[in-house]
């Protein structure tokens, strides 16, 4: 199980950070990654890690402004978030890869690589 922390209100420009923790076994060799939806859009990709931490992936969105990051004694991840931006105002989404592929062999990450999904946590930011 995943549960996810950390959303809340900032205004345009400033930062916030998430974290998700599983309850799963530590040292799982599993990637982990976050998504997010904004009202009547899909559920877009955000970031993910590797299960050692040393690889990690971007969205468009996500590129230059967030950074994922694990600690895998605790079994969590985290979401630094800086420069945000009114778009990036949507729920967020923790999820864990448990069966999926290599996520460096695919050719752009999707919610069908994953198959363990927690609660949404809102991020929402103001103009």
């Known amino acids: 199980q995943l549960q996810a922390y950390g959303g809340g209100l900032v205004q345009a420009g400033g930062s916030l950070s998430l974290s998700c923790v599983g309850s799963?076994?530590?040292?799982?060799?599993?990637?982990m990654g976050w998504f997010r939806q904004a009202p009547g859009r899909e559920r877009e990709f955000v970031a993910a890690i590797s299960w050692s931490g040393s690889s990690t992936y971007y969205g468009v969105s996500a590129k230059g402004r967030f950074t994922i990051s694990r600690d895998g004694a605790k079994n969590t991840i985290y979401l630094q978030m800086s420069s945000l931006k009114p778009a990036d105002t949507a729920v967020y989404y923790c999820?864990?890869?448990?069966?999926?592929?290599?996520?460096?062999?695919?050719?752009?990450?999707?919610?069908?690589?994953?198959?363990?999904w927690g609660r949404g946590t809102q991020v929402t930011v103001s103009s």
């Open positions: 799963g076994r530590t040292g799982s060799r599993y990637s």
């Open positions: 999820a864990a890869s448990l069966y999926g592929p290599d996520l460096g062999t695919v050719p752009q990450i999707r919610t069908t690589h994953f198959d363990s």
